[in-house]
Nanobody, 117 residues
Framework: EQLVESGGGSVQAGGSLKLSCAAS????????MAWYRQTPGMERDFIST???????RYAESVKGRFAIIRDNQRNMFDLQMNNLQTEDTAMYYC????????????WGQGTQVTVSS
């Protein structure tokens, strides 16, 4: 597998979680990487992306609360999530390798995050 997520779970509103994405060396070195999330019946929503050079973008809904952490020694692409809210409840996916048409070639299996009030 090219991408494997871990670190999901349940937390109360205001709490924190860190999601980890273990990437193959090829993917980590070559590709732009991203985090998305999805709730049942909805499209996958963009959360954040990080280029090979470290340029990072965030969705407005998570800006200031979520942060990307890259570990170049371990090929890890983590998402630190602080001040979680109930609307952050979703399945979270790590993705990588954007093609010319904008689609992402690799997706992890997803990890569930549940935030309770």
């Amino acid at each position: 597998e090219q991408l494997v997520e871990s670190g999901g779970g349940s937390v109360q509103a205001g709490g924190s979680l860190k999601l980890s994405c273990a990437a193959s060396e090829y993917v980590y070195r070559i590709c732009e990487m991203a985090w998305y999330r999805q709730t049942p019946g909805m499209e996958r929503d963009f959360i954040s992306t990080s280029s090979k050079s470290g340029t990072t973008r965030y969705a407005e809904s998570v800006k200031g609360r979520f942060a990307i952490i890259r570990d170049n020694q371990r090929n890890m692409f983590d998402l630190q999530m602080n001040n979680l809210q109930t609307e952050d409840t979703a399945m979270y996916y790590c993705a990588a390798c954007k093609s010319a048409n904008g689609s992402l070639a690799y997706w992890g299996q997803g990890t569930q995050v549940t935030v309770s009030s």
